[in-house]
C-alpha cells in the first residue's frame, strides 16, 4: 500500500524500523512541533495508530526513553503513551497512541476546567512518585536543577538584552538569590514541562493523558506547577486548588516561596529563549510573568 506523507516525509531507514515493530505502513503524518529540531510523526498501519518521535538532542532522546522505562509504568493505562521501541542511533521512540484531544483545542465550562486540573494533580503526584524512592543520585540531581536554575539566571537577562529592564532584572536577581538560600525541597520525578499544551482530555470519560516527557527528570516537585501558576491559574485560581486536591497535598512554605521564585527565572528564560528562537509568544509569556512579579501579584 502507498504510503502517504504530509509536509517533512519520513526518512526511509525510520520508516522500515517502525513497520519492523507495528506492521507495514498504511499512512504517515508529519506533526508540528514547537521546537523545530524536534519531529514527530503520526503512523497509521494495521495494528492502529502510533508516534514515531526523534529527540532534538541526545540528551533529550535519553531523559525521554528513561521516563517512559521507569516512570511511565507505574500510571494508569492510557494515561501516558507506552514506549513500543528504541532507537539509539537515530534518537527516535516509537510510542502507541493514547485516547482524548488537545486541552488548547477544547472550550471547557469551568467546571469542566477544575476536574481538568483535579485529574492533572493526581497524574503529577503518580508521576512524581514516592521521594522515599528517590536514590541518593536522584536527590543530588533534583538539587543540582535547582542550584542550576539560580546559576542560569544572569545568562537569560544577558540574553534578553533590552526586552528586560533594569527593574524586572532586580526582580529576577532577587527571586535567585531567595532561591539560593532556601533549604531543601521535596523532590520528585518531574516532567519537565507540565502545562495544557501536554495534555490530552477525553470528554466523554474524563480520562487524561500527558506527553513530551523529554524534560522529565529528578527535579524538585514544585518545579512542575511553574508553567501553570504563570499560565491558567494566574486568571483562574480556582484551578489551583483543585489541582492541589487531586495533588493529594497543598505546598509548604518553602515551596510556596520556591514558586515564585522559579517562576521569575522561568519567565526570564522565556524571554531570552523566545528571542533566540524567534517566539513572540513565548517572548510574551515571559513578559507577562514578570510584569506580575514586578506589580507584587502573587503566582
Not at 510523526?41 to 532534538?56: D, M, N, P, Q, Y
Not at 503518580?126 to 536522584?138: C, E, P, Q
Not at 506527553?211 to 516537585?221: D, F, K, Q, S, Y
Amino acid at each position: 500500500m502507498t504510503v502517504h506523507t504530509v509536509h517533512s516525509p519520513l526518512p526511509p531507514t525510520l520508516a522500515a524500523w517502525a513497520e519492523g515493530v507495528v506492521g507495514p505502513l498504511r499512512s504517515v503524518r508529519d506533526l508540528p512541533r514547537p521546537r523545530p529540531a524536534s519531529r514527530v510523526w503520526e503512523l497509521t498501519s494495521g495494528t492502529g495508530r502510533a508516534f514515531l518521535k526523534v529527540a532534538s538532542t541526545p540528551a533529550f532522546y535519553a531523559l525521554e526513553t528513561r521516563a517512559y522505562r521507569e516512570a511511565a509504568p507505574a500510571l494508569e493505562r492510557d494515561s501516558v503513551p507506552r514506549l513500543l521501541e528504541t532507537d539509539a542511533r537515530h534518537r527516535a521512540l516509537l510510542l502507541s497512541a493514547v485516547p482524548g484531544r488537545p486541552v488548547r483545542s477544547l472550550a471547557l465550562t469551568p467546571g469542566r476546567r477544575r476536574a481538568l486540573h483535579r485529574r492533572a494533580g493526581a497524574w503529577l503526584c503518580r508521576f512524581h512518585g514516592d521521594a522515599r524512592d528517590l536514590t541518593a543520585r536522584d536527590r543530588a540531581e533534583a538539587a543540582d536543577e535547582v542550584e542550576r536554575a539560580v546559576l542560569e539566571a544572569e545568562a537569560h537577562l544577558a540574553r534578553a538584552g533590552n526586552l528586560i529592564g533594569p527593574a524586572e532584572r532586580d526582580v529576577v536577581r532577587r527571586h535567585a538569590a531567595v532561591l539560593a538560600l532556601l533549604g531543601p525541597l521535596p523532590a520528585g520525578y518531574a516532567h519537565g514541562d507540565y502545562q495544557e499544551r501536554n495534555w490530552l482530555y477525553d470528554t466523554a470519560t474524563g480520562a487524561l493523558a500527558v506527553v513530551g516527557l523529554e524534560r522529565a527528570r529528578p527535579h524538585a516537585a514544585v518545579f512542575d506547577v511553574v508553567r501553570l501558576a504563570c499560565g491558567p491559574w494566574a486568571r483562574w485560581p480556582e484551578l489551583k486548588t483543585a489541582f492541589l486536591d487531586g495533588f493529594g497535598r497543598g505546598l509548604t512554605g518553602e515551596e510556596e516561596a520556591a514558586l515564585r521564585c522559579l517562576s521569575a527565572l522561568d519567565a526570564a528564560s522565556a524571554v531570552a529563549r523566545g528571542l533566540l528562537h524567534e517566539e513572540p509568544r513565548v517572548v510574551a509569556r515571559g513578559r507577562t510573568a514578570l510584569d506580575r512579579l514586578l506589580e507584587g501579584n502573587a503566582v
